[in-house]
């Protein structure tokens, strides 16, 4: 993207908030007339795409399948990311009760959404039988690695109609739990069981918690060094950040290093996400958020992973309960008076009560239904330098892409990325020229809160192979600037979603 002198007109900030459905949205400003509100797409009525959410914990009931699965089709993702619970479904040794996996891979199989599998966490029937939740040491006496070879051979016979990408352990290297040598060598002999019995599955690694290299490249020289290279498919990563523009350079070196040992080894955003309230539990809940930053920061993420080609998952689909202490028997967490001690992991698209059943869809889940609506696998990144800025505020940094859809017409997402978001929400007004653009009935989506506008003849100029818009708002959150034939459109007076929770 390139940058253009600073015009003192276009400088002027313009904060402009409305309250609508109870999200704070963006108000455009003259010259943009209300159509409507982006319609929801239900996951079965599309092809493909981008995107996962995160469906992880179930394995240890801090979140209950059959109090969200409403949700999830009408979402709009394609993938979901569940943990392979060994501890839930293994508690006798040699047998296995696969009755709330029954319910829950078919179920969003039929949603029209691809369960992806981690093998992860350990069992405490069996020796050193490894860690049964966060940062757990990997089973090591030979007894639980034999059962544990069982149990993924027997995980994926039952289930490869369904799963064809299973990932191996979650950020194995976190708080240095494994040592990389180590996890290399499980990685290895549980990859070799899993294509034993899925020839042609696709086999993730690392989990990184952060982006890691040092651990990273001992791994691969391990596995480099055990001629094991071709059992690894994607590597994973889990890009916390307060502000999520802030992981550009590390994910570029991560490619980099994978690259050098192997051409065929791609990424995948595996893991993220942020609260929507401060204090609670996990990543980043030390920040003061709410539920709009929460929609901010996951539209910024989402979004940022499709601009540099990267398949996102969204941490979580719904809040998590979680044990004091992530680990054990409800039991073994109760406080004097017999309660059991729980913290709330509140990165969920849906809020939950204290029992676990959903509350309320947040502002974020609305926000990811407009991704997934719009973005699928019938758009294409224009890999081009195209577009240019002129105006904004003298210290803001922007993010653009440039997108080209096979329905006719072109999309461009922007954002001001040089803070977290709701540190700074002011609304710019920026002159956007994109070069060969394609919009023959131009629209401008606030991506927050769904809401599409007409962009008035006024505000745009075609001049040589360049569109220019005008006075085009950007700030913390998402604008979209795209052909009106890109975004499906519930028009002015009939906002009722399409795809809404309670159509599985």
């Known amino acids: 993207m390139t940058r253009r002198p600073l015009t003192p007109f276009a400088a002027a900030l313009v904060i402009g908030w409305l309250t609508t459905a109870g999200t704070f949205a963006m108000d455009p400003g003259e010259g943009f007339s209300y159509l409507g509100t982006v319609r929801p797409v239900h996951a079965r009525s599309i092809e493909a795409s981008n995107w996962s959410v995160g469906a992880e914990t179930m394995g240890r009931d801090y979140t209950i399948y059959a109090h969200w699965k409403s949700y999830l089709g009408p979402l709009g993702v394609k993938k979901a990311r569940i943990q392979s619970g060994w501890a839930k479904t293994e508690q006798k040794a040699g047998q296995y009760d696969w009755a709330w996996l029954d319910e829950i891979i078919p179920d969003m199989a039929r949603q029209g959404v691809e369960p992806w599998v981690c093998l992860c966490y350990g069992n405490p029937i069996y020796p050193d039988g490894g860690g049964t939740g966060l940062a757990g040491g990997l089973p090591r006496s030979d007894e639980a690695l034999r059962a544990w070879d069982r149990f993924v051979a027997a995980f994926v016979d039952r289930y490869h109609s369904h799963v064809d990408e299973w990932e191996i352990w979650n950020e194995p290297g976190l708080r240095n739990a494994n040592g990389a040598e180590l996890y290399a060598d499980f990685f290895i002999r549980t990859a070799r069981v899993v294509r034993k019995h899925q020839p042609n599955a696709t086999i993730i690694g690392l989990a990184l918690p952060g982006i890691p290299l040092s651990f990273t ?288």
């Open 217 to 504: 490249e001992a791994f691969l020289d391990r596995l480099q060094a055990q001629d094991a290279l071709d059992l690894l498919n994607v590597v994973s990563y889990h890009p916390y950040s307060y502000n999520p523009d802030d992981r550009d350079e590390a994910v570029r070196k991560l490619r980099v290093l994978l690259g050098s040992y192997s051409p065929r080894i791609t990424i995948l955003q595996g893991e993220n996400g942020a609260p929507s309230q401060r204090g609670n539990f996990g990543a980043l809940s030390q920040y003061d958020w709410n539920e709009q930053r929460q929609a901010k920061w996951a539209l910024r993420r989402l979004l940022g992973d499709l601009g540099h080609d990267v398949p996102s998952s969204y941490f979580a689909i719904c809040d998590m309960i979680y044990l004091v202490g992530q680990g054990g028997r409800d039991s073994d967490w109760r406080d004097d008076r017999g309660q059991v001690r729980t913290r709330l992991n509140s990165k969920g698209l849906l809020a939950v009560k204290p029992d676990k059943t959903v509350d309320h869809a947040k502002v974020a889940y609305r926000a990811v239904q407009c991704v997934t609506a719009i973005f699928d696998n019938s758009v294409k990144r224009v890999r081009e330098d195209t577009c240019s800025l002129a105006g904004g505020a003298a210290r803001s940094r922007y993010r653009t892409f440039h997108y080209r859809s096979d329905r006719g017409g072109d999309l461009i997402t922007l954002w001001r990325a040089d803070d977290p978001p709701g540190k700074r929400p002011e609304v710019e007004r920026v002159q956007l020229s994109v070069r060969r653009g394609r919009f023959e009935e131009p629209v401008l989506v606030d991506m927050l809160s769904g809401r599409v506008f007409a962009i008035d003849g006024a505000l745009r100029q075609a001049q040589g192979d360049a569109v220019t818009f005008r006075h085009v708002p950007v700030y913390d959150s998402v604008t979209l600037i795209a052909d009106r034939r890109t975004v499906p459109l519930n028009a002015e007076g009939s906002d009722r979603e399409q795809a809404s929770p309670g159509s599985p």
